[in-house]
């Protein structure tokens, strides 16, 4: 039995009608908990009204050495802002020493951070929560809100895009 000449036609119709899939990873809010005081729950337009910081070019390269691309003029957040905006929860001073900083992504992705990386080196200076791109929004490709590393020297092993989630973790001792 052949296709009727009506279906055929539905069916390349449809074919080449552009596809309008949802990406079930996009980030729309930013949650900070874990060993804090003061829990957060952000979105880009809260982040937009804290002191923003830019990054005019990094280069990402992944984990073999290979350059993948390169961002321009991100505007964003440091992470060490908005961590020290939760207050984290120590019993004493070298409490600090022992907090550890995860960013993980609505697809399960996760970087750390110590909170000595942070607080205590140029990294933190370079560590950005963003949600512009060459002054645009992001797009469904990094989620509204994203995460890099600009210092590291493989930057996309701790680019998470899809952020999502920032958690305070005390290690043990």
């Not at 900083?101 to 942070?118: I, M, N, P, R």
């Not at 493989?154 to 989630?165: F, K, Y």
Request: charged share 20%; net charge neutral; with cysteine.
């Amino acid at each position: 039995m052949r296709p009727s000449p009506r279906l055929i036609a539905l069916l390349l119709a449809l074919a080449a009608a552009p596809a309008q899939a949802v990406n079930p990873f996009v980030s729309h809010r930013l949650a900070i908990d874990g060993a804090v005081e003061q829990p957060q729950q952000l979105t880009v337009a809260d982040l937009a009204k804290l002191p923003l910081h830019r990054i005019e070019r990094v280069p990402v390269i992944c984990h073999t050495g290979a350059h993948i691309a390169d961002k321009h003029h991100l505007e964003g957040v440091l992470l060490r802002d908005l961590v020290a905006r939760a207050h984290p929860k120590v019993d004493t001073p070298r409490g600090l020493r022992t907090l550890a900083v995860t960013a993980g992504a609505s697809d399960g992705y996760q970087v750390v951070f110590s909170w000595g990386e942070l607080f205590n080196t140029p990294i933190g200076e370079q560590v950005l929560v963003y949600f512009r791109h060459d002054g645009q929004p992001l797009d469904d490709t990094e989620g509204r809100i994203a995460l890099i590393s600009s210092a590291d020297q493989q930057t996309g092993a701790r680019h998470v895009r899809w952020l999502d989630h920032i958690e305070v973790r005390q290690l043990a001792r």
